[in-house]
């Protein structure tokens, strides 16, 4: 199967160390996690960038891997897996370094889309993925594997759509599938 793989909370814990340093940058966490929009009153999108952009140049040692090397390679093995992340261009190099230093000698296809609704115009059997605006656009029937974040709780699943806890789980789903 090919499998879109998403990198933002699903294969790296981000929402951590992102938590961690707005705390410290603004005092205290003003990200409402609970919803995928930013809201006012809180921390805005563009604020929410600059620190995510800190996080990924500066403080990438910090991000921990949900899965190790041989979970990944284990999926690997019978699918052919590409991250697909929705991110600046500026972005990738770090998060190239963070594979290499996390997943030392794997080798990665990474696709970056300028959005995330982008991703479904790709051509993927399943999509691992925390986003909910996944589920808002696919009309089709691809499975849509959702590892549970508290912006995506209120998603529902149905026949082509899967929650999970983890991406551990999400494997051990795909293990039954193939
Ligand atoms: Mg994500």
Redesign the pocket.
């Known amino acids: 199967m090919r499998i879109s793989l ?5 294969l790296a814990d ?1 929402k951590s160390v992102l938590i961690k340093y707005i705390t410290l940058i603004r005092g205290k966490c003003d990200w409402d996690f609970n919803q995928w929009e930013f809201k006012e009153g809180g921390i805005s999108r563009e604020a929410f960038l600059e620190i995510y952009k800190l996080v990924w140049h500066v403080h990438n040692n910090e991000i921990k891997a949900t899965i190790n090397s041989d979970e990944i390679k284990e999926i690997m093995k019978n699918n052919d897996v590409t991250l697909v ?1 929705a991110r600046d261009k500026d972005d990738i190099p770090p998060l190239k370094r963070w594979l290499k230093h996390n997943f030392a000698g794997i080798d990665f296809k990474i696709i970056n889309t300028r959005s995330i609704k982008e991703k479904l115009e790709l051509d993927f059997d399943v999509y691992i ?3 909910p605006v996944l589920l808002q656009y696919k009309k089709d029937h691809r499975k849509l594997i959702i590892v549970e974040q508290p912006w995506n709780k209120n998603i529902q699943e149905s026949e082509n759509v899967i929650k999970v806890k983890n991406l551990r789980e999400a494997i051990y789903f795909l293990n039954n599938l193939n």
């Open positions: 998403d990198v933002d909370d699903v981000t992340t993925d925390d986003s």
